[in-house]
């Protein structure tokens, strides 16, 4: 049996495995105390340095760096090359491209990383990873999981918003409806009892946008 068969993939609602591993900012990087204890952190891995789509996307993260920061989420990638491939590609982006990455990447040559994390699918590639996201909450808790083709790229916009909601539902102990983005009506935790079913009709032509007695929009803020 092959070394990646030993792992099971990692399903939402689970612990994020912690490891050991080189990054372009560490020898000896431990994930959880790199974390933190209040930060959000998004893990994705892309297929290999020097490829064209996966260029795109780093940088795209780094335009977005900010963004992110100012929600309590770090980020850090990861691919299958060696660290000197890693620092290579990076100052290739800084020169080429006009673009510093500010955040680390894991340079797990052994593929310890990616078996972990379920980001080897052999019937895409047996030597590279999808490209898989990982977005875990400062519980270390593995909330959504989204993994794209090696041909297409990601949208960066839908992983920046995927974290947004979570942050969201979270705060206000709601849930967020389709297409939701910042500043939209937020959906009510549905009735447990006929109480709760009474309550929430009383809220027709109130507060709350009722649609029925099972789906209910509030503003977030309520």
């Known amino acids: 049996m092959s070394e990646t068969a030993t792992y099971s993939m990692p399903r939402i609602g689970d612990p994020a495995p912690d490891f050991t591993a080189v990054t372009t900012e560490s020898a000896a990087m431990r994930f959880s105390e ?3 204890k209040d930060n959000w952190v998004i893990l994705f891995s892309h297929p290999a340095d020097f490829t ?25 990638g990861l691919s299958i090359d060696s660290i000197h491939s890693h620092l ?18 894991i340079a797990d040559i052994d593929m310890k990383v990616a078996a972990l994390y379920g980001m080897l699918h052999p019937g895409a590639s047996a030597t590279a990873t999808v490209r898989a996201v990982f977005l875990i909450d400062p519980k270390r808790t593995i909330r959504a999981i989204v ?18 909601a979570l942050q969201t539902a979270d705060t206000h102990a709601c849930a967020t409806p389709v297409n939701w983005r910042p500043g939209d009506k937020v959906v009510v935790p549905p009735p447990k009892t006929v109480a709760d079913v009474a309550e929430r009709l009383s809220h027709v032509g109130g507060d709350r946008e009722v649609k ?3 789906l209910s929009l509030r503003d977030q803020k309520v």
């Open 34 to 36: 790199w974390q933190g």
């Open 52 to 76: 064209p789509v996966c260029t795109t996307e780093l940088t795209e993260f780094a335009r977005r760096y900010s963004e992110f920061q100012a929600k309590q989420v770090k980020l850090i």
């Open 88 to 105: 290579a590609w990076l100052q290739n982006m800084k020169e080429k491209m006009g673009t510093e990455i500010p955040y680390p990447m």
């Open 147 to 164: 993994y794209y083709p090696m041909n297409v790229g990601r949208n960066v916009d839908e992983i920046l918003r995927l974290c947004t």
């Open 212 to 214: 029925d007695f099972y």
